[in-house]
C-alpha cells in the first residue's frame, strides 16, 4: 500500500494541484493531510483518493473545512488522528502543539507518526516509531510531499 503525506497548502490551490497530479501518478491508495490545509478549495482536489485531513493552525475556519472534507467523502479527524493502514498503526497532527507531539512519538504506540507545522522534511526514527514531516507545499525553499509504502514502512520525499 502507498500512502501519501503531504502538509501545509496554506489554500494554495496550485501548489496543491502539482502535489495531488504527483501523487495520482505514483498511484497512492490513500492521503494523509497534516494541517495547514488552507481553504475549501484546496480540499475539493483531493477529491478522487481517500483522504484524512487534520486541522493546523491556520485552519481558522474548522466548519467549512469539515463541509467541504464531507463533500468529497474524506475524512475530517479535527486535531488529531489514528488509523491502522495495512496493519500498521498511523498518527497524524499538525505538529504546532509540540507537547502533543512529543508525547504521540515517546508512547511508543504507532508505527508512523506524520506532522508538518515547520515547513521542513525530514524523517527519523525514535525507538519503534518511524517519524516523518513531509515538507510544506508553500513557504519552503523546496515544496514536498512523502510516501510511505506500507506495511514495510519505507518513506521517500518527493520535490513537487
Partial sequence: ML??????????????RAAIHMLDSLDVDAIVHCGDVGSPEVVALFHATPT???LGNVDA??????TAIAKISGTFHGRFAQLELAGRQIAFLHGDDQRLLAQ???GQKFDLVCYGH?????Q???GKTLVVNPGALYRAERHTIAIAR???LEVTHVTV
Fill in 3 to 16: 500512502l501519501g503525506i503531504v502538509s501545509d497548502t496554506h489554500g494554495h490551490v496550485a501548489h496543491a
Fill in 61 to 66: 475556519w474548522p466548519a467549512e473545512l469539515e
Fill in 150 to 152: 506500507l506495511p514495510e
Fill in 52 to 54: 484524512h485531513f487534520v
Fill in 124 to 126: 527519523h526514527r525514535d
Fill in 104 to 106: 504521540t512519538i515517546a
Fill in 118 to 122: 515547520t515547513h521542513v522534511a525530514e
